[in-house]
């Protein structure tokens, strides 16, 4: 029978980037349920659907529970000697570029690290990129041009705090639930303004003062021509662009030429002309401005660029570093950030550092390292193509399931099958990826697995372990030192402990800084086992001998070479792929209730209850011409690369749906309903020339009834 708490753990919710704080509650008979920690910055005991039903997603089905070469169990010192010999062979025929590590925003800060410095440090190639490419690249991309780092300004508090929130391409509402609970009481209590730039009617709406459904891919031609606006009707912050902005007659040159006009930019985002007029005037009169955004921003071939036209706005008025303004990305996944800050994106070094001739010898001398890698790496899409071609013949991929989401899926799994070596570290054993597995590598879960994560804000929290692992799950951190000392880097791979891989990463964070990068928590270079342990969430950069920095630039200084925010010239580009006659632009999303591909979500029925199965939204006016009808079967057929893409999905007619465009969600796969995986529809052709982020919103389409 349950008696009495047997303990209570405090640890973070791992579905999204909200990266709410959650007590989890574990009775004596091994029952656990979970809560909102009141005392976590993000969420002071909120929690949404998802964080609720976290104890109902512990998944004891389906688990993999020991290691596996082939489908034959074996011990974990056959299966680590053997990914060892496989990548060290590789590595002595073809050379450091043959191998690659594919992973993802739900490995934990330290998993990430210890991936990171064997790939760049030890391996010597920068074959190491994230899923967090697919999710938030395009900001990093934007945040480095114009803040001179990756460094989000603000925290939560400014949602709360702005008498405008902006949302563009962010479905607040489902994809960071929380967030947008803490905006609406925020409204509830000062009267906070909310205006919607999305082309969908998403549940956002339903709160806002105001929804431009704007045109498919026009959001940087709308803040182009907010900045012409904003300049001509003597809204720009002289005081602050003469002392703390560079480039500011550039970008508006830049502007002026797309978006001279408020009748120019209502025709050509598909707006009418008094409702951009009466948003610029509001922007305009409206000293705390925050403007949020999140994929439909960044999942996009300008998705770099419309964040510096985001960033720019903000720049000219001055409306950054202080109380309830500025710029503000949200991340989809849990540790997007924590990813970012150590390196895990193969165009970073570690700890935000690059690869110039300097940083490459920083970070050698720091990790004592053979060969580091000395230019960027592959990136996801650039990844998998390679792995098709020939060059990467061995790859692990931990903790994502890049056969569903990656764009050109199809190609993906091409790849993975022609692949000398594919290494799989998951908790779930038959994920779509896992199939080509010729190594399974069983990692901790969440309940199961201990290390921090960095959340939107900036905010590093502890996520810490309350069950015994499933079977012999080990850590990922654990996993990857292994093979490191196999491969003959025993020295420096030393870890017995996450906090030992912490002040490792903490320590590199602080070295040779001198104040000068924003990513720095040197302050606890020197924490010991007790004080990571009780580690309190608090937002980076923490400097040695300073305090955590909530909100940053609020003394006008950047983190560019000479200080001043970079405003950069925005011309919006057309849709990338052509759209033939009667296709729709195919957008693609999350669902309020479920996660990813469903490996954890898809088996709690209260979650699943919500949207049993993947729904096609579809506008009437579109729906009438094809004679699709409400609840009936549709056929969607795309173009992808030399191959056709297709799915089946239920119709749901919906004016919520923009004409022109449908939707589908993104998270099913064949494990959950056959037929509509949505990475096989999306070509892979389509990306940001800068972040390498693919688009995955505006895929022409056909869809007829089926
Ligand atoms: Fe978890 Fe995000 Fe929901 Fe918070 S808002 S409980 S982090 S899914």
């Not at 990826?433 to 905010?459: Q, Y």
């Not at 490191?484 to 870890?495: D, H, I, L, S, V």
């Not at 990068?517 to 270079?525: K, N, Q, T, V």
Request: aromatic share 6%; net charge neutral.
């Amino acid at each position: 029978s349950s008696s009495g708490p047997k303990q209570e753990v405090k640890t973070t919710c791992p579905y999204c980037g909200v990266g709410c704080g959650v007590i989890a509650r574990v009775s004596a008979d091994g029952a656990v349920t979970v809560r909102g920690d009141a005392d976590h910055p993000a969420n002071r005991g909120r929690l949404c659907s998802k964080g609720s039903a976290l104890a109902d997603t512990l998944v004891p089905d389906g688990r993999l529970l020991h290691p596996e070469i082939g489908d034959r169990r074996v011990s974990w010192d056959v299966a680590l000697d053997e990914v060892a010999r496989r990548f060290s062979d590789t590595i002595a025929r073809h050379g450091p570029d043959s191998v690659a590590f594919y992973v993802s925003g739900q490995l934990l800060t330290e998993d990430y690290y210890v991936a990171n410095k064997l790939m760049k440090g030890f391996i010597g190639s920068a074959n190491i990129d994230t899923n967090s490419r697919l999710c938030m690249a395009s900001s990093v991309v934007g945040h480095k041009r114009g803040l001179g780092a990756d460094a989000v300004p603000g925290s939560y508090e400014d949602f709360e705090c702005a008498d405008l929130v902006v949302l563009v391409g962010s479905n607040l509402a489902w994809c960071h639930p929380v967030l947008h609970q803490r905006l609406l009481a925020a409204r509830a209590g000062r009267g906070t303004r909310i205006v919607v730039v999305d082309p969908r009617r998403t549940d956002c709406v339903d709160a806002a003062d105001r929804h431009l459904a704007l045109k498919a891919g026009t959001d940087a031609l709308l803040f182009n021509g907010l900045l012409a606006y904003l300049d001509g009707n003597g809204h720009r912050d002289a005081g602050f662009v003469a002392a703390h902005a560079a480039g500011v007659e550039e970008a508006l040159a830049a502007a002026r030429a797309d978006a001279s006009d408020i009748a120019t930019v209502a025709r050509r985002c598909g707006l009418a002309e008094a409702e951009v007029a009466a948003f610029y005037a509001q922007f305009a009169a409206t000293d705390r401005v925050v403007t949020v955004y999140s994929q439909g921003v960044n999942q996009s071939s300008q998705g770099s660029d419309t964040v510096n036209a985001i960033l720019n706005v903000h720049f000219l008025t001055g409306r950054i570093g202080q109380p309830g303004c500025g710029p503000f990305s949200v991340t989809g996944q849990p540790n997007a950030m924590g990813g970012r800050e150590v390196g895990g994106l193969a165009n970073q070094l570690a700890a935000h550092m690059g690869f110039t001739e300097t940083e490459v010898d920083r970070v050698g001398r720091f990790w004592n390292a053979p060969r580091v890698a000395a230019k960027p790496g592959l990136k996801a899409v650039d990844l998998f193509r390679a792995i098709e071609a020939g060059t990467v013949k061995a790859v692990w991929i931990m903790a994502t399931n890049p056969a569903v989401s990656m764009p050109d899926a199809g190609r993906v799994c091409r790849a993975l099958e022609r692949c000398e070596t594919v290494v799989v570290s998951d908790c779930i054993r038959d994920t779509d990826t896992g199939r080509f597995a010729h190594i399974r590598l069983p990692a901790r879960g969440w309940s199961e697995k201990d290390g921090t994560v960095t959340n939107s804000d900036r905010t590093v929290s502890r996520q810490r372990a309350f069950k015994a692992e499933a079977g012999e799950a080990r850590a990922d951190w654990w996993i990857v030192t292994q093979v490191a000392r196999r491969m003959g880097f025993a020295e420096a791979f030393p870890y017995e402990s996450a906090a030992a891989v912490f002040r490792e990463h903490a320590a590199l964070s602080a070295f040779e800084n001198g104040g000068t990068r924003a990513f720095d928590i040197g302050a606890l270079g020197g924490l010991d086992d007790a004080g990571y342990d009780a580690l309190a969430p608090f937002p980076w950069p923490w400097r040695a001998g300073g305090e955590p920095q909530k909100r940053l630039f609020g003394d006008g200084r950047f983190f560019t070479a000479d200080g001043r925010a970079r405003m950069l010239p925005v011309t919006a580009k057309p849709l990338p792929r052509s759209v033939p006659d009667g296709a729709l632009l195919l957008n693609t999303g999350r669902l309020r209730d479920q996660w990813h591909t469903m490996t954890r979500t898809g088996l709690s029925a209260r979650l699943s209850a919500h949207a049993p199965e993947p729904r096609l939204d579809v506008n009437p006016a579109d729906a009438l011409v094809r004679g699709l009808v409400d609840g009936g079967l549709a056929r969607i057929a795309t173009v992808v690369g030399e191959g056709a893409g297709e799915a089946l999905a239920r119709v749901r007619v919906t004016d919520a749906q923009g004409e022109g465009t449908i939707f589908l969600p993104m998270h099913w796969t064949d494990r959950f309903t056959g037929g509509c995986v949505i990475g096989r529809l999306i070509d892979d052709g389509a990306v940001d020339p800068f972040s390498g982020q693919p688009d995955l919103k505006r895929m022409p389409a056909t869809v007829e009834p089926w």
